[in-house]
């Protein structure tokens, strides 16, 4: 079956630590994000990248990076920069603008 | 220092009952809006979609309803199941200018419970 992985489901953080949050695709849809969700909030968008090796920044890409080397890809990485990293971090793709498929989520913890 | 988490709207009822969840939009250039139900630790998972240049769409046991007059969306789930409670997101579509795919901008949310 298609879908979004994400991986791990749990991930701890030492303070200044980078972690990396994997998510990946066998939807064949060119577009991908990362989101941000806070308890009680909505998401908000950190980065989005609409083909291979190229990505944009959303509302709140301080303190975050991303690559995307292949389509099925699009790694999220947490750095030390990110001075309140504890959050619910969800991974979407789609195929165009009107098809939009969400991973189950990765909860990150600072330790 | 860590963020206080805001109160969602909360909307209590019985099994049975038919449910009306609210939302209102930001942008009158929104082209596309589409309501997402999220269990505890689950990714959002799709609900039903209507495009801007319709009024009513309906699916099975829902229902959405666009006012684009007042940028209001609700979503309308008829009889009510104990399996519907969850939170309720709507998202509005923005198509960017010159790039082929846009932004997907989230409401705050309603906490849905539903009593046997």
């Known amino acids: 079956d298609g879908g979004i992985t994400q991986s791990p489901k749990y991930l701890f953080r030492k303070e200044g630590q980078n972690v990396t949050l994997s998510c990946e695709q066998n939807l064949n849809h060119d577009a991908m994000y990362w989101y941000r969700q806070d308890p009680g909030q909505g998401l908000r968008l950190i980065y989005y990248?609409?083909?291979?090796?190229?990505?944009q920044k959303g509302d709140i890409a301080e303190g975050y990076s991303v690559s995307r080397e292949k389509k099925e890809s699009f790694p999220l990485t947490v750095t030390s920069a990110q001075k309140n990293p504890t959050a619910f971090y969800l991974c979407?793709?789609?195929?165009?603008?009107?098809?939009?498929?969400f991973g189950s989520g990765t909860r990150l913890t600072v330790v | 220092g860590e963020s206080v988490g805001l109160h969602l709207p909360t909307l209590s009822v019985q099994e049975g009952d038919n449910s009306i969840i609210n939302c209102a939009y930001s942008n009158s250039a929104s082209d596309y809006f589409i309501w997402y139900k999220q269990e505890s630790g689950k990714g959002p998972q799709f609900i039903i979609d209507i495009r801007s240049n319709m009024d009513k769409r309906q699916g099975q046991r829902v229902t959405v309803l666009l006012n684009k007059t007042v940028k209001h969306l609700s979503l309308q789930i008829a009889a009510t199941q104990p399996g519907d409670s969850a939170v309720y997101f709507c998202?509005?579509?923005?198509?960017?200018?010159?790039?082929?795919?846009?932004?997907?901008?989230f409401g705050q949310g309603t906490i849905l419970t539903v009593h046997p």
């Open positions: 979407a793709s789609s195929f165009s603008n009107y098809g939009y498929t």
């Open positions: 990248s609409q083909i291979v090796n190229d990505f």
């Open positions: 998202a509005e579509h923005q198509l960017r200018g010159g790039t082929s795919y846009g932004k997907l901008t």
